[in-house]
């Protein structure tokens, strides 16, 4: 079997697990939980690319749209879109430390909620925006920072990279 097939089949099971972890919010800590999955999609964006990552932020979305049950789409606008803001800014923000790391993850987490609200007031006529959306807004940054640590010193080894030879 190819080693590249048996790489993909691993990285398929490990979006599985995580997948299923996230839609059973086994994390879930009062009403916060972390967002695995936009881990998985900025480290994604990070390793292979602006077009890569917002290929799977997007498919990701639709996956989650699909158990969610809320506005269709709207996940996987924001994934891809956060796919994207990462690519464009990985320029300036060198991912070579776990604080770099988590400063994207924040600012992911807060990006998300902000489009999550402008797009509800939009599509469902309901304003989010109240010291309670505020207080899980902040609560799941920290939470999925946390997670994100682990999840940074795991990426070398989900994420290998092999040498080509000239």
């Known amino acids: 079997m190819n080693s590249n097939l048996v790489k993909d089949i691993i990285y398929g099971v490990i979006i599985a697990i995580i997948l299923s972890i996230q839609a059973t919010q086994l994390f879930q800590i009062l009403t916060v939980f972390p967002d695995m999955m936009l881990i998985m999609i900025i480290l994604h964006s990070i390793h292979f690319g602006e077009m890569k990552g917002e290929i799977f932020g997007f ?7 699909t158990m969610s049950g809320g506005i269709f789409g709207l ?5 891809a879109f956060l796919a994207w803001f990462v690519g464009v800014y990985k320029k300036y ?3 070579s430390e776990v604080v770099s790391f988590i400063l994207y993850m924040v600012i992911a987490t807060i990006i998300k909620y902000i489009l999550y609200a402008i797009f509800y007031l939009i599509f469902s006529k309901t304003g989010l925006l109240d010291w309670g959306f505020i207080l899980k807004m902040l609560g799941e940054a920290i939470y999925t920072s946390a997670f994100a640590a682990l ?7 989900i994420y290998k990279r092999e040498e080509v030879e000239f």
Do not use: E, W
């Not at 498919?59 to 749209?65: A, R």
């Not at 996940?75 to 994934?79: E, H, N």
């Open 93 to 95: 923000i060198q991912v």
């Open 75 to 79: 996940s996987a606008f924001v994934y």
């Open 151 to 157: 999840f940074f010193f795991i990426s070398p080894f």
């Open 59 to 65: 498919s990701m979305g639709i996956l989650i749209d």
